[in-house]
């Protein structure tokens, strides 16, 4: 069964630093690109960066300012989300997702509190 | 950045009814870099529509999508209970790959 798992929620305070994984399982994991995808309450959907997992190459989102960083570790078919310089903006769940001629699988999201 | 808005922001139709939801974006996307998404509460987005006319794998065909260059349309053409969800639209022809502000859909 093909699927994206992602890990569990995370409150943070601002400032702070946080890692989210994204595991794929069922299908090839070098065979697509991967999404993040941000979605804050009550707003639409937010594009943050990709990573082509066959080669580490990767696209981000200018609105996040050079604070973001998405990596992979093939062996583990794991992709990471490190967003870094935590405000409550970045609260929202973020969302990965595989993509074949747009995100055609997502995972179930992670939640991301930013609170002091 | 492509800016799409969407209209109408909300949508009330009886069931049966044929639901007309638009995607209008700020420079042309081209031919087909427009996907359509469904999203439930509590919900990760689903695919119903790639490349503008495409259905994604297991969405019924009373689901379809047109358009080209700067306007798009997803269609319903019956309108069912299960289709009570909010729709939004994506740009995928120039990084960041933006979404429009969504359409809710609602049952009479």
């Known amino acids: 069964q093909e699927q994206l798992m992602q890990s569990g929620a995370e409150v943070k305070k601002p400032g702070a630093s946080v890692r989210l994984s994204c595991t794929i399982s069922g299908f090839s994991f070098t065979s697509y690109p991967l999404h993040w995808m941000r979605q804050a309450p009550g707003q639409r959907p937010e594009w943050v960066g990709l990573i082509v997992p066959a080669n580490g190459e990767t696209g981000y989102s200018r609105s996040l300012q050079g604070r973001a960083t998405i990596t992979r570790d093939t062996p583990a078919t794991t992709a990471f989300l490190e967003l870094r310089g935590l405000t409550s903006e970045d609260t929202a769940i973020y969302f990965c997702?595989?993509?074949?001629?747009?995100?055609?699988?997502w995972g179930p999201g992670t939640p991301v509190i930013v609170s002091s | 950045e492509i800016v799409l808005t969407q209209s109408p922001g909300t949508l009330s139709l009886s069931p049966g009814e044929r639901a007309t939801l638009s995607c209008r974006a700020s420079?042309?996307?081209?031919?087909?870099?427009i996907a359509w998404y469904q999203q439930k509460p509590g919900q990760a987005p689903r695919l119903l529509i790639h490349?503008?006319?495409s259905r994604a794998t297991g969405i019924p065909d009373r689901f379809s999508g047109s358009g080209s260059g700067t306007d798009f349309t997803l269609t319903i053409a019956r309108l069912e209970p299960e289709d009570v969800a909010v729709y939004y639209c994506?740009?995928?022809?120039?990084?960041?790959?933006?979404f429009g502000g969504g359409t809710r859909v609602e049952i009479k």
């Open positions: 490349t503008a006319s």
């Open positions: 997702a595989r993509w074949f001629g747009a995100a055609d699988l």
């Open positions: 994506q740009q995928f022809i120039t990084p960041p790959y933006s």
């Open positions: 420079q042309s996307v081209g031919k087909n870099y």
